[in-house]
C-alpha cells in the first residue's frame, strides 16, 4: 500500500496534531520516554521541532549532496505553550516546503535507491512514519497509546522494508527469507542474500507456505524461512523496535529476526 502524496501530507498533520496533544496533557516536560529511554519527553518535542524544520529546508534545497540544516530556526522553548507553538510552525514549514516541491522533485535523503527514491514524495512517506512512531512515543508516555491509523501503518511496513531495510549490502548470513502478514490482509515478503535486501509486497494472504524448515534452499523460492504475523500497527512497532517481536505471533527461524534486527548494513 502506498499513499499518494495529498494523504500523506494530511496524515503527516493529523499526527502532528496528535502528538503536541500528548505534549499538551504530560505532567511535566522531564518524564521518560519509556520506548526512547535515553529521552524525556522535552528531548523529543525538541527532536521532532528540530528534525522538521531541518527536512523543510532540506526539501526546499531540491537535489543536493547533503542534508541542509535550519540555520538561525529558534531554539525549542521551554515553556509548555510556546512549545506547542513552535512544534506546529515546525510541522507547517515541512509542510509547506513539500507542497511547493510536489512528490516528484528530487531531494537529498539517507537511503539507498534501490526501491525508494531520492525525491520530496519519498521524505514525505517517510516523515509520516517518523512522525506516526514518535506520537505513539508521546502517547505511551502519557499513559495513552492509540494504534496509528490503519492507512498510515498499512503503508509504514511496506515504506521500513523498502526504504530501512532494502540495500544493495551484502546480508552477512545465510540467505533467507522473511514474510511479514498484516491482519488487514497485505502482506510482504523481505528476500536477504549477498546481493543484499529487497522487499516486495505478496499478491494476498494464503497465496505461499509461511516457512520451511529447509534452510538451504533457494531464498526465490515460494516459501519463506520465518515469518511473522500481527496488525499493521504491531508490525509497524516491532520493526522500529517499539514493541518486542515475541510479542506477535513468529513461524519459523526465530533466529532471523534477531540477526535482522543486529544487521547495520555497510555504508
Known amino acids: 500500500m502506498t499513499l499518494d502524496f495529498p494523504d500523506l501530507l494530511r496524515l503527516i498533520e493529523e499526527r502532528s496534531t496528535a502528538f503536541r496533544a500528548a505534549v499538551a496533557s504530560a505532567p511535566s516536560l522531564d518524564v521518560q520516554v519509556p520506548t526512547c529511554p535515553e529521552w524525556t519527553l522535552f528531548d523529543l518535542a525538541r527532536h521532532i521541532g528540530e528534525g522538521r524544520r531541518d527536512w523543510a529546508v532540506t526539501v526546499a534545497a531540491g537535489p543536493a549532496p547533503a542534508k541542509s540544516a535550519a540555520e538561525g530556526a529558534p531554539a525549542a522553548p521551554r515553556e509548555r505553550e510556546a512549545l506547542l507553538a513552535w512544534l506546529a510552525e515546525s510541522t507547517g514549514q515541512l509542510l509547506d516546503a513539500l507542497r ?12 539507498e535507491t534501490l526501491q525508494s527514491p531520492h525525491t520530496s514524495g519519498a521524505v514525505a512517506r517517510h516523515q509520516l512514519q517518523q512522525m506516526a512512531v514518535h506520537t505513539y512515543d508521546a502517547q505511551i508516555t502519557v499513559g495513552a497509546a492509540q494504534p496509528l491509523p ?3 501503518a498499512l503503508d509504514g511496513v511496506d515504506e521500513f522494508l523498502s526504504t530501512c531495510v532494502a540495500t544493495a549490502s551484502a546480508w552477512p548470513h545465510r540467505p533467507a527469507v522473511i514474510d511479514f502478514h498484516a491482519s488487514e490482509g497485505h502482506s510482504w515478503r523481505l528476500s536477504l542474500s549477498a546481493g543484499g535486501a529487497r522487499s516486495a509486497r505478496l499478491p494476498r494472504p494464503g497465496t505461499v507456505p509461511a516457512t520451511t524448515a529447509d534452510r538451504s534452499q533457494d531464498p526465490d523460492a515460494p516459501a519463506a524461512f520465518a515469518s511473522v504475523r500481527g496488525t499493521a500497527n ?18 519459523g527461524d526465530r533466529r532471523l529476526f534477531e540477526q535482522l534486527r543486529a544487521w547495520e548494513p555497510d555504508e
Open 100 to 111: 511547493e516541491a510536489g512528490p516528484d522533485r528530487g531531494c537529498w535523503s539517507w537511503w
Open 150 to 152: 490503519e492507512e498510515a
Open 234 to 251: 504491531e508490525l509497524v512497532l516491532i520493526l522500529h523496535d517499539r514493541i518486542p517481536i515475541d510479542s506477535l505471533e513468529l513461524d
